[in-house]
């Protein structure tokens, strides 16, 4: 069943875009949109598991600061909801950026940790959901691909997720405003000492990092975006 067709919405249109801004096959994106509550659903799944893997985090930290607990779960959350609007027909330019920003950066983080810490993560989780982290957040980061197709990334909409993520990643390392650091827990305590560093500082500069790259890509988007635009107009 063509379950967006259903709801009388026509796949969005696909922009020609360099490769390295817009990856996916065109034919993977189309089966993305044409399945888009399915998607929304899964997404929805994993926030509430996401939830309940934070539940230990949400009781050792004050209720003022659990809006900066969840970081996965709240990726997942805002492409459910800006694919959902999408299918719709109340597409918005900031939930897709916020969205884009959620998925790239936490989905890649997430491995990135769980390489850098993998003995220790690997003991506590064991082998299934250790595999299972590892490949969920990556897909992620494959999915938060497809939302070119219903945003050009406009700079307002960019500064907002520029704007929450920066001050999300403060939260998780650097400024708490109450409490300890909101950061995701590590297998291995704050201060233990990871080659010349720490592991606190490992994690945060995989998360600074994280935090730039969607960024580039955004702007890289629009970039290209306004570029095709300007061809097609001068053709």
Known sequence: MDIVGALGRDLPDRESLPRWV???????EDVAF???????????????????????????????????????PGATLLIALALGAWALGRSSDTLAALAFFGNVKLG?????????????????????LY????????????QAFVLHRITDFPLRAVAIATA??????????????????????????????????????VAAAGAVALTVVPLFWTLGTRIATLRGAASDAAA
């Not at 598991?49 to 600061?65: C, D, H, N, S, V």
């Not at 299972?132 to 990556?138: I, K, Y």
């Not at 650097?174 to 500082?201: C, E, K, M, N, R």
Request: net charge negative; charged share 10%; hydrophobic share 55%.
């Open 34 to 72: 044409r399945f888009a509550w399915v998607i929304v659903a899964i997404n929805l799944v994993g926030t509430a598991f996401g939830f309940w893997y934070y539940r230990f985090q949400f009781r050792a930290l004050p209720t003022e600061m659990w809006l900066f607990i969840p970081d996965s």
């Open 108 to 128: 890649l983080w997430t491995p990135y940790v769980l390489v850098v810490f993998w003995p220790e993560f690997l003991a506590v989780n064991g082998p299934a």
């Open 164 to 201: 929450w993520y920066t001050v999300d990643l403060l939260m998780d390392y650097f400024v708490p405003v109450i409490g300890d650091v909101t950061h995701t827990s590590l297998p291995y305590a704050d201060g233990a000492p990871w080659f010349t560093t720490t592991v606190l500082q």
């Open 22 to 28: 817009a990856p996916l096959p065109k034919r993977l």
């Open 131 to 142: 595999a299972f982290l590892l490949v969920s957040h990556l897909a992620m980061a494959v």
